[in-house]
């Protein structure tokens, strides 16, 4: 489908992606991919060393008439910054090298920073555009590394300000803010009163993701309600044990694992607030804005994204990265 002769001006494209999953870079990607449909020819490609969980992209895509390869690309992982790990990195770089000579696409896009490997293989293989879509907050070592590999792109799509921000000052100037947004779902009214409010957060189980400072948030406002807890423990990447967090911390009572879920927006409707509670500054906060689509407030941390989508007190309150007692205070006030 993808090398076929082509009707018109789409430009054939290769979309590079970092997962398998229908999390928030996975929703962006299929969005994109829509916006594009009309101008690009397009070839998504995924790692094969990522098993994805509940629902995969791949499932999605093709149900979207997409072309999809999953192979051995080049992904930047922890797993594979060690001496053993370096080998089958360049391995698959080869390959992806290799490929990209066969199939000629006239675009190579980088779904997430992870997939930057491809920016420098995508130029040496004699693609002439290379497009970083910077859906992360760079830290330190992220600009020490990451910043190397983007000067090969020829231009970069930033998901909010604070993520263009957190990129090298060089790269600033050629960095575009295109921010995230969510499909027209149309305001639903909220779910009848309860005995207690409903609160829903729903994200990979990561470690920097805050699930145990919301829990320890939860017990020290006095379990105000009925907490649902979607997602599940990443497939790659430093995780924390949320079914474990519960029942050591004894909120069997309030706490509800709901795990991981096709249909999430089935589950935000149920909902009387949503909760975004990251430790580490979220580039954006996509479930916010699903969230708001659908009337209901957000209680999140104010760093990076989720301080420009929230308006605190009036469509949500914020709280301080990290401070359960900050977010014991907003659960209270909530009810």
Request: charged share 20%; glycine share 10%.
């Amino acid at each position: 489908k993808f090398k076929m002769a082509l009707d018109g001006k789409r430009v054939r494209t290769v979309f590079v992606h970092s997962s398998n999953e229908m999390y928030g870079a996975d929703k962006m990607l299929i969005r994109v991919l829509k916006a594009l449909h009309h101008r690009t020819a397009q070839l998504v490609v995924l790692p094969s060393d990522v098993h994805p969980g509940a629902s995969s992209l791949e499932e999605r895509l093709a149900n979207e008439g997409v072309a999809c390869s999953v192979m051995g690309v080049p992904i930047i992982r922890r797993a594979y910054m060690t001496p053993g790990g370096l080998l089958p990195l360049a391995r698959r770089a080869v390959h992806a090298w290799q490929f990209l000579r066969d199939s000629r696409p006239e675009v190579v896009w980088c779904a997430t920073s992870a997939a930057l490997l491809m920016a420098p293989i995508a130029r040496l293989a004699g693609v002439r555009t290379v497009i970083l879509h910077n859906q992360e907050i760079w830290g330190r070592r992220e600009r020490l590394v990451l910043g190397v590999l983007a000067i090969w792109a020829t231009s970069i799509v930033a998901i909010s300000d604070a993520a263009r921000e957190s990129l090298p000052t060089r790269l600033q100037g050629r960095t575009v803010v295109i921010e995230n947004g969510t499909e027209g779902i149309g305001r639903q009214s909220l779910p009848a009163e309860a005995e207690a409010p409903i609160f829903v957060v729903a994200s990979r189980w990561n470690a920097w993701k805050g699930h145990r400072t919301l829990l320890a948030a939860w017990k020290i406002a006095g379990e105000p309600g009925h907490l649902l807890i979607a997602g599940g423990p990443p497939p790659v990447g430093e995780g924390v044990d949320v079914r474990a967090l519960v029942s050591e911390m004894g909120l069997d009572g309030t706490v509800t694992i709901v795990g991981e879920l096709d249909d999430l927006g089935s589950l935000i409707r149920r909902a009387h607030f949503v909760v975004v509670p990251s430790d580490a500054p979220e580039p954006f906060g996509l479930i916010a804005i699903e969230a708001l689509s659908q009337a209901r407030p957000v209680i999140a941390s104010s760093g990076g994204g989720l301080g420009r989508v929230i308006t605190d007190g009036v469509d949500g309150l914020l709280f301080s990265n990290a401070s359960a007692d900050e977010l014991a205070q907003c659960l209270g006030s909530a009810t």
